[in-house]
Nanobody
């Protein structure tokens, strides 16, 4: 198993930046594919980004492409989400998630195995 704890959320004005962190403990962090998801009130949890075990490849939702960057540091057991040019519609609870196996449904939240508790991001207009 792996335990995940997110941090770095907060209140920011539109156009601003935040950097989310997710600290992992437990089994070897580098064996997991890592993802970020978000959920706004009344909406379904949606995919934001994922990154391969080595960190060599990543994939983004169209809504955040060019503004957000996912990265990981396997030596520090951590994954990050740098969020720039934030918009009010980015407001949500952001979750990091770990997935053991690569598959066809990498953007579906229900295919991830472990989750953090979430961190709130609020972008004011």
């Amino acid at each position: 198993q792996v335990q995940l704890v997110e941090s770095g959320g907060g209140l920011v004005q539109a156009g601003g930046s935040l950097r989310l962190s997710c600290a992992a403990s437990g089994r070897t962090f580098s064996t997991y594919i890592m993802g970020w998801f978000r959920q706004a009130p009344g909406k379904e949890r949606e995919f934001v980004a994922h990154i391969t075990r080595s960190g060599g490849s990543s994939y983004y939702a169209d809504s955040v492409k060019g503004r957000f960057t996912i990265s990981r540091d396997n030596g520090k057991n951590a994954v990050f989400l740098q969020m720039n040019s934030l918009k009010p519609e980015d407001s949500a609870v952001y979750y990091c998630a770990a997935k053991e196996f690569w598959g066809a449904s990498m953007i579906r939240w229900d295919t991830y195995d472990y989750w953090g508790q979430g961190t709130q991001v609020t972008v004011s207009s």
